[in-house]
């Protein structure tokens, strides 16, 4: 139930339609403009329309930052992520804004300005006039007018194309109005619990804003930690003490957009009772739905906890109360009351037939006839120039690819064995998106020299050209650590560090990856599946994709003559049945080809009933195929999504449920395939939800295509253009020194089973960027006791959370086996 904020965070990234057409011209303005082909409405990201950009028209005064580029959205929306651009225009135009600064509005007539968490106003904007930087905006916007505002410097022109993302705010609150947060003092040190963001006045009182509490960012347990960096003690929370507060409670009042029918209200507090922190142990809300209050409140009273320690979200049930205003008194329970976030959950349905209608037509073009003669021959010679340039870096990227690529990845291979030089990039704020006919797709590449780069999440075609920002301190020394690392070393099991085949990179799978000794067993044997006729295969959808191949699902008929006896795959006679097929592309290499075989070989090897099976194979002719299971309820990570725990939400939400005791024989079944697995000395890599499908009654079985999957793309880490690492599920040891084996698909194991009991609402370490994740690995490997485990989740029973830690110990052999994680979920059962 604790998953509203980050889910804004990590969904709310679509683009509001710059780009795509779908925030109309007449919503688009600016303070000037150059001339009519640069106008505001040619400040749409990746357009070439007009003249290639909004530029505007800077009269004579030197240092003129009231410039503006305005977008209406035309309700309020929650605003993750900006991207800009400069004016291209096909090769002949080279102006664009090396900084900038946003100003918002919510109402059109109060304008705020953005800042950073650390307080910063201005915005690495452009370098170039092609590249699109994205920016995420920490802390998020909620507004409906945005205004992107170039600072201009007098040595050059500015244009600028934009887009923002994110998505629709359908809590519908517009401000609140609360006391000023306050300080605490604790063993000498000063906690500051003001509202670090808040966006309205701060006089005696906030009034007018929002901030903290609706910036989608939920407190750490422990309030005087934060996962935001470089900021003071308390920044996540907002706090009060009763000392101040002789009527013993905390008055907010939360203004909305219109009336609305309100369901519920969710409070994030914090719960560290050995600090007397306490979560309210009363609250009186009142309703404001025309002018007046309504006399009677509605009041609630929690269930005081006192047992466990950890920050949570209280969920007070408003009745369907219709209110344009909430106000609601908090009581204290204890010395001090903490808030993180604030949210509530209203008619959502009535908000829509509300909106404004969509506007149709054709969007109103200005008559560029005056212009006609010029453009034409810039166009011309525009295009010829860029023709040239995509040819010469074609041929550029070609060669150095070839070059290239080998070279780095035997260099990304020695970094990740060598120890003690492995050193981590690390994700920065910005992101540049390489335009196919720029040159820096080129240059920005060639410059990277760290081992990892970053997926984007937005989508696979965004990746940041990877700078090496920072090494963990142990990782750039090389010899009085040695020591320590040689210990590390003996607890680690060898068969896999050298000698491992490495199955990578045929679609972009990560499969099995199996030790050479396992290997040679097996290729004694012949390979013992049937070729299928490709034509009884009906082409369904696009699963996946990767360097050499793609995965399809696909009917397949008469698939039942392929089937083995032994195997429990109840299809009625003559019906076809879903299969996924993996194809290897024509032009694969041979490299690429010899591992596909080695991968039939492995996979027809495997006959677990909880572990994928090789069905048949397409190897007559090419493309080569391998054909396997695929189940009907499709990954365990979309099913979870798709279903909520039985309880509250559920209830209110009316969505389909799972009960915690079919989540628990799903979770036994994973660690059953696992215990198969591991029996057979493979070590999988990549266990994951994503990697798990589900079929009928909750039966599971364990694949492997989560990497090839665009959907996932945000779930890994790019390293050197090729392999690519799930971070998040991966063991400090397999991240920090490249080691793969049982005991790091035992720590996979234990985030795969975290993010059951989270029903998949979020990505493990959602808070913490990539950057962040492996500096906390970093803190695994030293353990000095400021490692971040993941939390337990609310419905995460005591025996299985402890499980979960068993998993992630540090000493991996310490770990349990997948026998005994087996043995303690049976013993566990519900
Ligand atoms: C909150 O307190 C910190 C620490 O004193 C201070 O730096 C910051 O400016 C304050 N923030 C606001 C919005 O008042
Ligand atoms: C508010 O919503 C509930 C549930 O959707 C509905 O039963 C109720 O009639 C609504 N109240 C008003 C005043 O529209
Ligand atoms: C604040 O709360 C504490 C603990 O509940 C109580 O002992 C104390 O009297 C309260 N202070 C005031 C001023 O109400």
Redesign the pocket.
Known sequence: AEFFSYFWKSVCRSPLGMSRGQILDEDISASSQWSDSTAAKYGRLDCEEGDGAWCPEIAGEPENMNEFLQIDLRSLHFITLVGTQGRHAGGIGNEFAQTYKIKYSRDGSRWISWRNRQGKEVIEGNRNAYDIVLKDLEPPIIARFVRFMPVIDHSMNVCMRVELYGCEWLDGLVSYNSPLGQQMTLNGHHIYLNDSVYDGAMGYSMTEGLGQLTDGMCGLDDFTHSHVYNVWPGYDYVGWTNESFLSGYVEIMFEFDRTR?FTTMKVHCNNMFSRRVKTFQKVVCYFRSELDWEATPISFSPVMDDVNPSARFVTVSLY?H?ASAIKCQYYFSDIWMMFSEITFQS?TAMYNTTLAPPKTGPPIRDDPTHKVDDSNTRILIGCLVAIIFILVVIIVIILWRQVWQKMLEKVSRRMLDDELTASLSIQSETFTYNNNNSPSSVSSEQESNSTYERIFPLGPDYQEPSRLVRKLPEFSQTSEDTGEFQNVQEGVPHYAEADIVNLQGVTGGNTYAVPALTMDLLSGKDVAVEEFPRKLLTFKEKLGEGQFGEVHLCEAEGMQDFMDEDFSFDVIENQTVLVAVKMLRADANKNARNDFLKEIKIMSRLKGPNIIRLLAVCMSSDPLCMITEYMENGDLNQFLSRHEPEGMIALLSNAPTVSYSNLHHMASQIASGMKYLSSLNFVHRDLATRNCLVGKNYTIKIADFGMSRNLYSGDYYRIQGRAVLPIRWMSWESILLGKFTTSSDVWAFGVTLWEMLTFCKEQPYSQLSDEQVIENTGEFFRDQRRQIYLPQPPMCPDPVYKLMLSCWNRNTKERPSFQEIHQTLLDCKP
Do not use: I, L, T, Y
Request: charge should be negative.
């Open positions: 029918n369907n219709m008619d």
